[in-house]
């Protein structure tokens, strides 16, 4: 299948000489749901403002829906459709009327436009609320108006950044029904810049991680999650923040017949193992000579988070999610 966005050695460097994108290179197929992952001010909504023509790059070779972005933005802008983390809806209007008023917008009118309203309110189970105004919606509602908003004119490439920060789980999970709804059934490419594992982990069947305006990992979930190790055991310490107890654990760990692999966690280390269950008891063995005792010992299959954590030496914090970096739009 043939590639819908090709990015080649893209840098963007901002006027204060700030490097974002440190020569990233990526594809994304026709019909995928691609994932672009990391933490705040990592790269990722910086590429995507290039890429949806927001952003002029410093340079590198991209191409979307097979026009080349330097030379046919115009045209780029005709096929995409664009769904960003903070919702744009008018809260004056009602909810077919900011549909009515996005597609007028996009060159839309008479019965093709009152169909596709029709076809979007039903599809983001919006039809009863459809006549009231869109202030009087909760933040789930006024997402799912926003998405609708988004694919009034039937576009062939969706972008969504960050489109669920700040949902309670339940409008979030409605959002991800929605979405996987539009890529599996309409075959709309999406491409999904998330902070939420989880999110990508369910959504996207390929997908990058970008850490400091490079791209540290690629490949499908699966791939990423089998490459670091079938298991982990983590272990918690009383005192994380204690160098010595750290490199000492560690030690005690690499010692341990089994451990592939040893990271840092927030509240501790955590060893990779191919089989947790054969070897936890002889962690809780070696600890316990060593005269380590730590606060919990727990095993788990490797999320998306581990893979992250494996790449970066971090996790993404709890307060970093729904956080976003200024960035600056030079047109």
């Known amino acids: 299948m043939a590639d819908i966005i090709s990015v080649e050695n893209l840098v963007e460097v901002y006027a204060d000489s700030t490097r974002a994108l440190e020569g990233i290179s990526f594809n994304v197929e026709e019909g995928e749901f691609f994932g ?49 983390q903070e919702t744009i809806v008018d809260v ?6 900011n549909l009515h ?7 839309m009118h008479g019965r093709i436009l009152k169909t596709r309203e029709d076809e979007l309110l039903k599809m983001v189970q919006l039809e009863e609320f459809a006549n ?9 509602m006024k997402k799912r108006l926003d998405l609708a908003s988004a694919l009034i004119h039937k576009p062939r490439l969706l972008f969504l950044d960050e489109p669920t920060t700040g949902l309670d789980p339940q409008s979030r999970a409605s959002i991800w029904d929605y979405l996987e709804k539009l890529n599996r059934e309409e075959g709309v490419t999406i ?13 996207c069947r390929e997908l990058s991680i970008i850490d400091h305006g490079k791209i540290i990992a690629a490949g499908s979930p699966t791939e990423l999650k089998r490459a670091i190790g079938h298991d982990n055991i983590t272990v918690s310490l ?25 990271t840092d966690s ?22 316990d000579h060593n005269g380590i005792r730590p606060t919990s010992l727990s095993m788990s299959s490797p999320t998306l988070e581990d893979v992250f954590l494996h790449h970066t030496g ?5 307060e970093e999610l729904g956080r976003k970096t200024t960035e600056p739009y030079v047109m």
């Open 191 to 203: 491409f999904l810049t998330t902070q939420y594992m989880e999110e990508a982990d369910k959504l």
């Open 314 to 318: 971090r996790r993404i914090r709890p």
């Open 92 to 97: 004056d209007l009602t909810g077919r009327e």
């Open 132 to 140: 009231k105004p869109a202030g009087r919606y909760s933040g789930g």
């Open 101 to 107: 008023l996005q597609g007028r917008l996009e060159q």
């Open 36 to 84: 672009f992952l990391g933490p705040n001010g990592a790269g990722k909504s910086t590429t995507i403002k290039i890429l949806t023509t927001l952003l002029r790059k410093t340079s590198g070779h991209v191409s979307v829906t097979g026009y080349d972005l330097d030379e046919s933005p115009k045209e780029i802008r005709k096929v995409i459709g664009v769904l960003s």
């Open 238 to 262: 009383k005192d994380p923040q204690d160098a010595s107890l750290r490199a000492e654990t560690k030690r005690i760990l690499q010692e341990v017949h089994g451990i592939t692999d040893i």
């Open 266 to 287: 927030d509240g501790g280390i955590i060893a990779h193992n191919k089989d947790a269950g054969e070897i936890i008891a002889d962690v809780v063995a070696a600890l």
